[in-house]
């Protein structure tokens, strides 16, 4: 690949030409000649792990002209997977964030406060054995308890 440049500036190369770079910004920012960028992107698509370089290429240069960086992508990916496992979809998803951001916006709390919430309630599960699912019928028998003994203390007092 591209004479004697060492390794690590060849795949510096690679990785720029997976991000869409052209070999003159490339041939800039490494300090080499754009005939020795060119080297080594042919050099590349001839070896088996590059052999889709330029359809990466592609995507990368796509997703950088809509705003999508990589680490986006990835974290997509990686949540996909996580919704797979869980045999979640997005439709089950979207409305929960839509939700989340409007009760939010309402009360003017932050998103964390929600997601911590969230957690805390898991986390009463477990310290209580309330199953989280029973979590607003408790709520309601405690609200119908308290205004039962307010009712009762009132009567006491009259």
């Known amino acids: 690949m591209g004479g004697n440049i060492p ?3 060849k795949v510096k190369v690679i990785r720029h030409w997976l991000d869409g770079l052209t070999r003159e910004r490339i041939a800039k920012k490494e300090d080499i000649a754009t005939g020795s ?5 042919n050099e590349a698509r001839k070896e088996e792990e590059y052999n889709d370089i330029d ?3 592609e995507v ?3 997703l950088k002209e809509e705003g999508i960086g990589l ?7 990686r949540l996909k997977r996580i919704m797979e496992e869980n045999d ?10 839509q939700d989340f951001a409007t009760y939010c916006f309402r009360n003017k709390i932050p998103y964390d406060t929600i997601i911590k919430t969230g957690r805390e309630a898991l986390y009463l599960e477990q310290k209580y054995g309330v199953p ?3 979590i607003p019928e408790y709520i309601t ?5 308290i205004d039962r003994l307010e009712y009762e203390r009132l009567a006491i007092l009259r």
Do not use: S, Y
Not at 71 to 77: C, G, Q, R, Y
Not at 141 to 145: A, H, I, N, P, V
């Open 7 to 9: 390794r690590n500036i």
């Open 37 to 41: 960028v060119t080297g080594i992107i």
């Open 55 to 57: 359809l990466l290429r």
């Open 60 to 62: 990368a240069v796509r």
């Open 71 to 77: 680490p986006l992508l990835a974290f997509a990916i």
């Open 88 to 97: 979640i979809n997005e439709d089950q998803i979207e409305p929960i964030i």
């Open 132 to 134: 989280i699912e029973k």
């Open 141 to 145: 028998q405690g609200k119908e308890t």
